[in-house]
């Protein structure tokens, strides 16, 4: 069959059922799976049959899932996570150890920043931070013999700047490590790190993959193409014998298609156990069947809200790669010519006083610390997720004391903009 468009990828990918089987995907709620033979289940504790044996290394439901992932994102394997932030953990912890180095954009998810700066430092693993446009002597200087991987994010939460892909990528490539990108809020429908280089793609299913504030998720999908052996001094976790699995050498095994996730899911998953339950997958399916449908729609409300707010007296600064007047507008272009995301930021003249003001006087707008599903929500990160900073603070983090962010939800955009615009009138 021909390449099948993201559409249908999104509603038919990942599981086809046979004659008289379930049209929907089944939960496979059990933890455990029965063998004849002592013999059927040896092979598959040495890797050498494909199969389940115990649902915290795989269950069908989830692989099942996994495959749309992997399907959507144009990878050769994938694996689901607990969380977005196990999936970034085991993306980054399948090549990194103690003693090693990673480059890391700066303008990345709060939660990611603490487990590279703070959780992976602890455990022997450094970081470089640079900034998203950041030029290729910067890039090339970010690196030491010992860096491992290179992370971003394409659209970043909650800074919204766009990740030069491409650039990132040649950056990894010439010092023989791979790129890792977070595609969370763009989505494989807007946007294919793959198809620019990327080597891993990690998501957090929870925001708009599941897209309903439903379940907390993570994905991993390996692009498949780096080359792990080409580089076996560095990756000696894939590249040497795994004493665990009687010394397999998984790069060998398994080549560069499946080297990375069979590692990850047999050492990873079978010590850390930082499964997605089956009934959590199911959810992230019924979300994923209408991926293309929602995020158009998120968009399509986020770029009329930006537009709206921009043109606000009360308003001194709208972030939204969707308008031509943002500093990411022309990357956006180039990675996400259909769109970007339902999140907009901007900062209200009247400072932390009136987003206060603003906020409490919202109707349609929920405040919460979420993003990415289908009601709208806001949150004003000076008074709650950075409350214990200081305006000054703030500023030098980037994060004005006025700042809102807003998460588009699939509500009217004339009720959303209504509501903002009832809100705004309430500020000084
Ligand atoms: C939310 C988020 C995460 C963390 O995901 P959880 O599912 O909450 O663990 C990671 N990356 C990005 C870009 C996110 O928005």
Same mark, same amino acid.
């Given at each position: 069959m021909t390449k099948q468009n993201i559409e249908t990828i999104c509603v038919q990918g990942g599981y086809t059922p046979g004659n008289g089987e379930p049209r929907q995907i089944p939960i496979i709620q059990s933890t455990t799976f029965k063998y004849n033979t002592s013999e059927d289940?040896?092979?598959?504790?040495?890797?050498?049959?494909?199969?389940?044996?115990?649902?915290?290394? #795989?269950n069908p439901t989830c692989d099942a899932v996994a495959a749309k992932i992997c399907a959507l994102e144009g990878g050769a394997a994938a694996m689901l996570t607990s969380s977005g932030q196990a999936a970034n953990f085991f993306a980054l912890f399948n090549i990194c150890t103690c003693g090693d180095h990673i480059v890391a954009s700066s303008s990345i998810y709060g939660g990611t920043?603490?487990?590279?700066?703070?959780?992976?430092?602890?455990?022997?693993?450094?970081?470089?931070?640079?900034?998203?446009?950041?030029?290729?002597?910067?890039? @090339?200087?970010?690196?030491?013999?010992?860096?491992?991987?290179?992370?971003?994010?394409?659209?970043?939460?909650?800074?919204?700047?766009?990740?030069?892909? $491409?650039?990132?990528?040649?950056?990894?490539?010439?010092?023989?490590?791979?790129?890792?990108? @977070?595609n969370t809020f763009a989505t494989p429908v807007n946007c294919q790190p793959i198809a620019w280089g990327a080597d891993i793609v990690t998501h957090s299913t929870t925001k708009y993959m599941d897209g309903h504030g439903a379940s907390i998720g993570g994905a991993i999908v390996d692009a498949g193409k780096f080359d792990w052996l080409? =580089?076996? @001094?560095?990756f000696p976790g894939l590249c040497t014998p795994d004493d665990s699995y009687h010394g397999i050498t998984y790069a060998e095994k398994f080549g560069k298609e499946h080297a990375f996730i069979t590692k990850a899911t047999a050492q990873l998953m079978r010590d850390f156990g930082s499964t997605q339950s089956p009934q959590n997958a199911f959810y992230v399916n019924l979300g994923l069947e209408s991926l293309h449908v929602?995020?158009?729609?998120?968009?399509?409300?986020?770029?009329?809200?930006?537009?709206?707010? $921009?043109?606000?007296?009360?308003v001194s600064c709208v972030h939204y790669c969707g308008l031509p007047s943002d500093p990411y507008h022309e990357l956006a272009k180039k990675y996400l010519p259909q769109g970007s995301c339902g999140v907009v930021s901007f900062e209200l003249?009247?400072?932390? #006083?009136?987003? &206060?003001?603003?906020?409490?006087?919202?109707?349609?707008?929920?405040?919460?610390? =979420?993003?990415?599903?289908? =009601?709208?929500?806001?949150?004003?990160?000076?008074?709650?997720? =950075?409350? #214990?900073?200081?305006?000054? &603070?703030? &500023?030098?983090?980037?994060i004005p004391a006025g700042l809102v962010r807003l998460s588009?939800?699939?509500?009217?955009?004339? @009720?959303?903009?209504?509501?903002?615009?009832?809100?705004?009138?309430?500020?000084?």
């Open positions: 289940m040896g092979k598959l504790f040495d890797l050498e049959a494909s199969g389940y044996f115990y649902s915290r290394l #795989q920043f603490n487990l590279i700066a703070v959780t992976l430092a602890k455990m022997g693993v450094e970081a470089t931070f640079i900034s998203p446009t950041a030029s290729d002597a910067e890039l @090339d200087a970010a690196f030491r013999p010992n860096t491992k991987a290179v992370f971003g994010e394409t659209i970043a939460n909650p800074a919204l700047t766009v990740l030069d892909i $491409e650039k990132f990528a040649q950056a990894a490539h010439r010092h023989g490590v791979p790129l890792i990108v @977070d080409a =580089h076996a @001094d560095k929602r995020v158009a729609r998120h968009c399509e409300n986020a770029q009329a809200v930006a537009e709206f707010l $921009e043109q606000h007296p009360k003249t009247g400072g932390r #006083q009136a987003a &206060q003001v603003f906020m409490k006087q919202l109707k349609l707008a929920a405040i919460e610390t =979420h993003v990415a599903d289908a =009601h709208t929500c806001c949150l004003n990160p000076a008074t709650s997720t =950075h409350r #214990q900073m200081t305006d000054e &603070q703030l &500023q030098v983090a980037g588009c939800g699939l509500e009217s955009k004339e @009720d959303l903009i209504a509501d903002l615009a009832q809100a705004l009138e309430a500020v000084e």
